[in-house]
């Protein structure tokens, strides 16, 4: 999985019928010390993720392992929202720290 | 998924007889901000795309997951055309803009 | 899909039993203006292809949706031929145009 | 598989249920020369790793082949703490050397 | 597939218990010159490859398609051991040109 920011979402009225209600999200990569970086990916929203959340994603059949993606063409997903995360011992992100 | 521009199409009369009637999208990905990027792929269409369109499509196995894809080699497959988005609340494409 | 050309082939004596008479072909990658880029792959030709064809590959489990690669550990088959493509109303590659 | 060494570990209540009580590591690729490289991952570990960790990791479906990440939204999974690697007949890493 | 060099080996007591006496090689890309590339991968070796041997390796599901590799948290498998390959009709690698 890769950490993103969830930065937008996409509007596709004309879409594979099994796709229908999906939410798509605009995700926008960020790197292990919570840069952003020049990468984005748009993935099917699993979990109730709105903008502003920093999340995971999960890419290929991979992304196909929920309820709501399960048989459908889609190649990534965020399926959870992340809290926090530290390295070497150091927090470097804390949703609620503010 | 990326976000691509419908750029062309892709004619092979000698292929895989499961690709019969398949149509060849070759598809420009453009970035979250809409600028176009030096990389491409040449995606099955699913959904009646044409030359111009913004559109999303999806890699890997997933790109089997539409009726015209399934058990075919197929890896890339356009699976939404793309209305609209917005990035951090500020509309960045709109098709019916003009 | 990526386009590639052909340009050259792969003997190998010693392999998995399930790819005997398999055809490794060398394709090098080229961008949709038909410029070749640093980019190759080895790919089991599943469609006659002959070295100066451009032809369209298909990657991962994709691959193997052929009748020739089917559950075969091979991530990389040529399943088309091309003839022509064009970008924006323009012709870029026409097979037959010598 | 690629080398990587666990540098930290993500926190995420909000996630799909099937990843409950899964434990997500910051993973950091090395390079076959044991150099960190500017990649990061974030893995499900199947084999208890800990911070410090030298360890290989699986991509794809094949990180959803352990009993911990069966058909699970999981496309990474820590499947190896690696005690030693060689290249060219010379010893690049040990685990116990210290 | 791509073609890789065995370099090394990676020696891992913890994994896994489906990947007990499965041999991990460290595998150098190398283009299709021939030239050693700055990219790496570890793979499963399932035809009896060893150091200094050209080889070719399929990654991701097509990676578990080997006897020895089938339903294991493995994503990349040395398949062949490359006697000889071509170039626009140059030979570019002969195995047993010493």
């Known amino acids: 999985m890769l950490i993103a920011k969830v930065v937008g979402s996409v509007v596709a009225s004309q879409k594979d019928e099994k796709l229908t209600d999906r939410k798509f999200l605009v995700c926008q990569v960020h790197d292990h010390h919570n840069e952003p970086q020049n990468q984005y990916v748009v ?3 699993s979990v109730g993720a709105g903008t502003g959340d920093l999340v995971l994603y999960a890419s290929g059949s991979s992304a196909r392992q929920t309820e709501l993606t399960d048989g459908r063409p889609c190649d990534a997903v965020v399926m959870a929202i992340i809290d926090s995360w530290d390295l070497d011992g150091t ?8």
Not at 91 to 98: G, I
């Open 91 to 98: 927090n470097v992100f804390e949703k609620w720290s503010d």
């Open 43 to 45: 993935a099917v929203d």
